[in-house]
């Protein structure tokens, strides 16, 4: 390992960046989400505390990821992100957020250990400490950060030649997020070129056991080993588009941090980076075929949002940007003024997402005071988030499930839509409740409540 000579200067901003952050953090501290995604995993989080998997039994009614079985509800997600907010949310659900933020940071002293052993300067972790994509994933629910952490530290366990507790990271990522079966068959794909097949094969019984859990769960919740893959999926994978995820990380993985796929591609080819370069790469094919990009109100919303399902893999990225970067004296210099610009960046994007959220947390607590008493909620796609299940179990139904629902044996009958975003679905809004029929309860900006009067469609 080759020790790097650190100026004073250096030192100090390893120390003052992650205070600075972290401060900043807890004075932002997230006050609601806004990803329909969250609301999935508190619900589970929500069941479990209750001592059960399935949330008709905690008394929940329904979930944006709830697919009711032959006997229960249950969410249609892996169950490894609930397991790990559980012990938080137990005492608040608003804890559930320290816990990606304790993530966050241990992966950064994890990613630090790493450096170590390449002998890469320890200053170009805080390219991971900045890393707009990782801050920002960082202040939600979602399943990213675990799935982040958990790679870093199978990595960090495999270079530490304790190659049976890094199987076991890296099986346990399976029940945080089935593609992260994705880490250990393009490390193990990389020992195996570096002639380490003795190595690669301890790694495998961990990956082997959290297979098996996985499929046990599967087995207790839906009654079927492999049910949630066909019934479920995930999502859509399919060649037309290629051409427009596939293009988006193409480019937003060149723009961010500038050339850092190139780079990637480049030092991956070097021998003892090569598990690094074909996780990346099947990472990378992998979402360049799926239908989702998780997108924002612009383009610079977009290339820091959109990166969420390569986040897992990102930091294995910046270890070869680093490298890069650290041998280059010009490169490295011109640190010192983009990581400031870098932080400040960031700050102003924590500022901007806490308004955002709180945006959100006034709505949820507008449609919980507005519709009390109610029988049953009549949600669009993108108000099911406000209904955050440790805060209120009502009843509620989506507009795509109402072909399902008999809404004769409700009375208080309430309708719930997002004003920017909901003016395709009127047509079937006017279907379920002509204009006549929709008493207007709040008007509000961001939301439209009404509540339902007779004649309404009572078949839905």
Excluded at 16 to 32: N, R
């Amino acid at each position: 390992m080759k020790n790097s000579i650190w100026k004073s200067s250096d030192k100090i901003a390893l120390i003052l960046y992650p205070v600075l952050l972290a401060v900043i953090l807890f004075i932002f501290y997230p006050p609601f989400y806004a990803i329909s995604d969250e609301q999935a995993y508190l619900s589970t989080a929500y069941a479990l505390g209750k001592g059960t998997l399935f949330l008709d039994n905690a008394g929940l009614k329904n979930s944006f990821a709830g697919i009711t079985t032959k006997s229960h509800l249950i969410n249609k997600y892996p169950i490894g992100n609930s397991l790990l907010l559980t012990p938080f949310t137990i005492i608040n659900w608003k804890f559930g957020f320290l816990r990606n933020y304790i993530f966050f940071f241990a992966g950064f002293l994890l990613f630090l250990k790493i450096f170590d052993h390449y002998g890469i300067d320890r200053k170009m972790a805080l390219l991971y400490l900045l890393h707009p994509s990782i801050i920002l994933y960082s202040r939600t629910l979602m399943s990213d950060i675990p799935s982040m952490f958990f790679a870093l530290l199978g990595v960090y366990l495999i270079l530490k030649k304790k190659y049976y507790l890094a199987g076991i990271s890296l099986g346990f990522n399976l029940l945080i997020r089935y593609t992260n079966l994705l880490l250990p068959l393009g490390i193990c794909t990389g020992l195996l070129l570096e002639k380490r097949s003795k190595d690669a094969l301890k790694i495998l019984p961990g990956v082997f056991l959290g297979l098996v859990l996985l499929l046990l769960y599967n087995w207790k919740a839906w009654g079927d080993f492999t049910l949630p893959f066909i019934r479920t999926g995930g999502g859509t994978f399919s060649m037309k588009y290629l051409k427009t995820s596939g293009l988006y990380y193409l480019i937003s993985l060149n723009v961010l941090y500038p050339f850092m796929l190139v780079v990637t591609l480049v030092q991956g080819i070097k021998r003892k980076f090569t598990g690094f370069l074909f996780t990346t790469l099947m990472f990378l094919i992998t979402y360049s075929f799926y239908y989702y990009i998780h997108k924002g109100s612009n383009l610079i919303e977009t290339l820091v949002m959109g990166q969420r399902f390569m986040l897992p893999v990102i930091p294995l990225m910046l270890l070869l940007y680093a490298n890069y970067v650290d041998r280059g004296h010009s490169l490295k210099i011109s640190l010192t003024w983009i990581l400031p610009l870098l932080f400040i960046l960031d700050i102003g994007m924590i500022w901007k997402h806490q308004i955002y959220l709180n945006r959100h947390r006034k709505m949820a607590e507008t449609v919980l005071n507005k519709t009390r008493g109610s029988d049953i909620l009549i949600l669009s796609s993108e108000t099911i988030e406000l209904i955050n299940p440790f805060i209120s179990q009502q009843n509620w139904v989506s507009l795509n499930q109402l072909n399902n629902i008999n809404l004769s044996q409700y009375k208080n009958i309430f309708l719930v839509i997002r004003r920017e975003s909901d003016k395709n679905n009127f047509p079937d809004i006017s279907r379920i409740a002509p204009v006549k029929s929709r008493l207007p309860i709040y008007m509000g900006k961001g939301i439209i409540i009404y509540k339902l009067i007779p004649p309404i469609d009572r078949k839905g």
